[in-house]
């Protein structure tokens, strides 16, 4: 699908253009690659050249700039909103309850059941061995729904909805600095600081409390692996540029 691209030049927003202009005015230097762009899905202004980088100068003079094309009647401007704490927890309580189905499969399938049958059989008799071998059990079940939870935050997270189930249910979605959508590897980076449940439940809990501070509403693990979390689910987005005020970001 072609992008429609608003271009940014001396404190005025200009287009939109399609993608084929933008490449063909860089090209002839009607456009320099250090003059800012934006499209749809994007959460800040980014140099031309950045965004088209196959799209180099020929030699030769510029060209004069194209006037811009009619008024669309665009007037709303499509600033990202962030996802707050309370919004995010909601989110969170809704996968959790989602996860306990496969969580409870996985338990009752290697034996849970069993264990804890066991665990009450010797327990009036012998305490201690009775604790341990039901910790022994439990061991091999939590790493396993511990996996299978990273798989489905991992897995939905860098899907065409950009988002789990429960983050759906709020509309709420996942991007990356740019508004994209994440990639597998990025999204695997995102979640792999779930893992830390394994050993601590508090490193996780300051993680996510420090997204309700934050400017962008970022927890930990949005700003090591460079996502963010935001209001509206992928396609209820406006298209309509960000204001340009000849800066390369803007605040929500």
Known sequence: ???????????????????????????????RPDELGWYEGMTEWRPLGELFPDARPEPGPATAPPSPPPFLGITDVAEPLYAGFWLRFAAWVIDYLILLVPFTV?????????????????????????????????????????????????????SKWQATPGKLAVGLRVTDMQGERLSFGRSIGRNAVRLVNVVIWLIPMICYLVAAWTERKQGVHDMLAGTLVLQGRVGEVAAAAPPYNGGGSFNA
């Open 1 to 31: 699908m072609t992008k429609q691209v608003w271009i940014g030049r001396q404190g005025e927003r200009l287009g939109p253009y399609t993608e084929d202009e933008v490449r063909a005015w860089l090209r002839d230097r009607t456009y």
């Open 106 to 158: 996985i338990a009752l399938s290697m034996g849970l059941a069993g264990a804890a049958s066991h665990f009450m059989d010797v327990v009036g008799s012998d305490r201690v061995n009775a604790m341990s071998g039901y910790v022994a059990a439990l061991r091999p079940i939590s790493l396993a729904t511990t996996i299978a939870g990273f798989i489905y935050y991992a897995a939905f997270e860098c």
